[in-house]
């Protein structure tokens, strides 16, 4: 069964204005990432916040991680058009274990 | 580098038929896994390989067999095909080991059981 959960499963904002995404999970993770899926493509990797980070930036990024409350977030900030796509959250418990995948939020940025 | 690729793009089957996903990877990765992806359910894991000559299932292996006789090859059989595996079928790649969780996709096959 997946482990994150995103929220909310779909988002529409107008460009320059921020968007922020959830995620929760259930069981103790190693890290966090967030992955972007453009319609039609394969997943593209965005950021990685391990278990012992609270915050982690990226260009216009920014991913925080609680662990006692077991949730994450990323905030895209003055988003632009291109950033429309499918944002996935993954957990892995440890690196040789699989990435577990949530099912997305939809962002769509309104021109 | 091409990082992961993945043949074919697109597949048309008929219920019963048999086919091989390709996946390949040049960047020397231990680990490679598959996953389908289908409306509204995200990613799920199908089997992945930790190296050469090792190989586990996912959350949902049933239909499908896998092998890994080389680092740079994983390929996903499917045995008898079934509408119900009608899917976006996906790659991965990554290093092994707690400094490589970074995941590399192909691009995808689109596979239609009818």
């Known amino acids: 069964s997946q482990q994150g959960e995103e929220d909310p499963q779909a988002l529409s904002i107008q460009e320059g204005e921020n968007a922020t995404m959830n995620c929760s999970y259930k069981?103790?993770?190693?890290?966090l990432q967030w992955y972007r899926q453009n319609s039609g493509r394969g997943l593209v990797h965005l950021i990685l916040?391990?278990?012992?980070?609270r915050e982690k930036h990226s260009g216009r990024l920014r991913v925080t991680l609680d662990t006692s409350k077991k949730s994450s977030s990323l905030l895209i900030t003055a988003s632009r058009a291109a950033d429309t796509a499918s944002y996935f959250c993954?957990?892995?418990?440890?690196?040789?274990?699989?990435?577990?995948f949530g099912k997305g939020t939809r962002l769509s940025v309104i021109a | 580098n091409a990082g992961v690729t993945q043949t074919p793009k697109f597949q048309v089957l008929k219920t019963g038929q048999s086919m091989t996903l390709q996946c390949a990877q040049d960047?020397?990765?231990?680990?490679m896994s598959w996953y389908r992806q289908d409306p509204g359910m995200g990613l799920r894991l199908i089997h992945y390989?930790?190296?050469?000559?090792?190989?586990d299932q996912g959350e949902v292996p049933n239909g499908y067999n896998v092998s890994r006789s080389t680092t740079e090859d994983f390929p996903l059989r499917l045995l008898s095909a079934a509408p119900s595996q009608t899917s976006v079928y996906f790659c991965?790649?990554?290093?092994?080991?707690?400094?490589?969780?970074?995941?590399?996709f192909g691009p995808g096959t689109r596979l239609t059981v009818l």
């Open positions: 069981t103790s993770i190693n890290n």
């Open positions: 991965a790649s990554k290093t092994s080991g707690g400094g490589g969780d970074t995941q590399y």
């Open positions: 916040i391990r278990s012992n980070e």
């Open positions: 960047m020397n990765h231990e680990y």
């Open positions: 390989s930790v190296g050469a000559g090792i190989t």
């Open positions: 993954a957990t892995s418990s440890s690196g040789n274990t699989p990435l577990v």
